[in-house]
């Protein structure tokens, strides 16, 4: 595919992923109760009890702490094999990590309410969108994405970005299972992370090739 066609649907899905973005919040911060989302929180919360261990191994991962450390491990293992590029693109996730907040503040979108649901624990401030959804989200797609620069091999490549596959699909069930999100802010969460990651994925992409050009020109 020509680079300014695949440049011109980067672009049409980056603006997709806005306007949907956007569009939800207005839901959420206007909406008189859950609506749908209350169906969804009670299929998710009837899940088995094998599934909510592991849910709850998926929400601690996915806490400032854990996930920070996880970054900062990562930054360090490009920086030692001498990929700044990737170190600095996962050191930028902190971004959209700390805008999150602002915008939670701004929309004010409740959280499930113990009358409602099952809260198994319970979180203060807004829910929209899911900070634990966006921030596993840029980490792993990110780790996923530039895994096989480290050339770690052949396994434990693929391990780096099954664990990676598992923790952005999941994130978001453990996020509605401990009734901390409705499934509406982990849809948030994920279309805020994208706003991130398509720009950040065609920048590397393209300082990748520049790179690859310069050493084979050598």
Avoid at 11 to 22: I, P, S
Avoid at 65 to 82: D, E, Q, Y
């Amino acid at each position: 595919m020509p680079a300014h066609r695949s440049d011109t649907l980067l672009a049409a899905a980056w603006l997709a992923c806005l306007v949907l973005f956007l569009a939800l919040a207005l839901y959420v911060a206007s909406r008189g109760g859950p609506g749908l989302d209350l169906n969804g929180v009670r299929a998710v919360q009837h899940a088995p009890t094998a599934l909510g261990v592991v849910f709850d191994v998926v929400n601690r991962v996915g806490y400032g702490s854990p996930l920070t450390l996880i970054t900062v491990v990562a930054v360090i293992a490009f920086s030692v094999r001498r990929m700044p590029l990737e170190a600095a693109l996962l050191l930028a996730t902190a971004a959209p990590r700390l805008l999150n907040s602002w915008i939670k503040e701004l929309v004010e979108a409740p959280r499930p309410a113990p009358d409602l649901v099952q809260v198994r624990h319970l979180v203060e401030g807004y829910a929209y969108p899911s900070g634990h959804v966006v921030s596993t989200t840029v980490v792993f797609v990110l780790l996923f994405a530039f895994a096989g620069t480290l050339r770690l091999g052949r396994l434990p490549t693929l391990a780096i970005q099954g664990i990676a596959v598992f923790m952005v699909v999941s994130v978001s069930f453990a996020r509605v299972w401990e009734g901390a999100h409705w499934p509406s802010d982990c849809i948030g969460g994920y279309l805020f992370a994208a706003l991130f990651l398509i720009p950040v994925l065609r920048l590397h992409a393209g300082l990748s090739r520049r790179r690859q050009t310069s050493l084979t020109s050598v």
